[in-house]
């Protein structure tokens, strides 16, 4: 109840009044137990306004990125969505609530594996969890209709704009290693197009379109 009453409050101090507004994005993110999903040290702090570390030198997105990310997306009932960069699995809740299915990718092992038992424990089935590096996608899944890339990128993996629907949707943040800028790329009538939305500061997407270790 009390984690209740400080996602209610994250959500319209952190989400709705910086401006979100879709309401299913809204709805998902006052419904997952995001303290479930940080260290258990963190938990008291999970619905702060700052990402937080879950191991492995990863780090959970601030509450607002999700929330902004997601609803960038557009996403629907319908939609199959790709996420590069599992993590804890949070985002990945987040979107299992909205769309039809979640297609994600982890390449550290533990946290795939935490991240997938925790989505089990909360009777998701709408989603896979793969060990890989993502930065080259999911070929025998595509097209997909929305992709996110919960990691920061050099340059807008190829591979994922080929993977894309068209009318489909894909926010990735693109940069250097310490500063990005999140994009915002979409496919109609078979050309991709990109807006630059704001700064951000991702950890790196580790692989072949991404960078070496
Ligand atoms: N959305 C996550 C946050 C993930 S942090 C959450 O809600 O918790 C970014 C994640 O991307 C890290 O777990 C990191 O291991 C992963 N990552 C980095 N490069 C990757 C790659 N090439 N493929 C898949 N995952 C990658």
């Not at 709805?27 to 702060?48: D, I, N, S, W």
């Not at 700052?50 to 609803?71: A, D, H, R």
């Not at 009318?167 to 250097?176: D, K």
Request: glycine residues 8%.
């Amino acid at each position: 109840m009390q984690y209740q009453i400080q996602r209610d409050r994250m959500v319209q101090d952190q989400l709705v009044a910086r401006g979100i507004k879709d309401t299913r994005v809204l709805q998902a993110m006052r419904k997952t137990p995001r303290h479930l999903f940080v260290e258990e040290a963190f938990a008291m702090r999970a619905y702060g306004d700052y990402p937080l570390l879950i191991g492995e030198k990863q780090t959970i997105s601030q509450p607002f990125m999700v929330g902004y990310m997601v609803e960038a997306l557009a996403l629907n009932n319908k939609d199959r969505v790709l996420e590069i960069g599992t993590g804890s699995g949070y985002q990945t809740a987040v979107l299992a609530e909205i769309c039809q299915k979640v297609f994600s990718i982890e390449r550290i092992k533990s946290l795939a594996k935490k991240a997938r038992q925790l989505l089990e424990s909360f009777g998701y089935h709408n989603f896979q969890i793969r060990i890989d590096d993502g930065s080259i996608g999911w070929a025998e899944k595509a097209p997909f209709e929305a992709i996110i890339v919960s990691a920061a990128a050099p340059q807008v993996p190829a591979p994922l704009c080929e993977q894309l629907a068209e009318g489909g949707r894909l926010v990735i943040p693109v940069g250097t290693e310490k500063s990005q800028t999140l994009r915002l790329i979409y496919k109609k009538n078979g050309e991709i197009f990109e807006e630059e939305k704001f700064g951000c500061t991702f950890v790196k997407l580790i692989g072949k379109y991404g960078w070496e270790i």
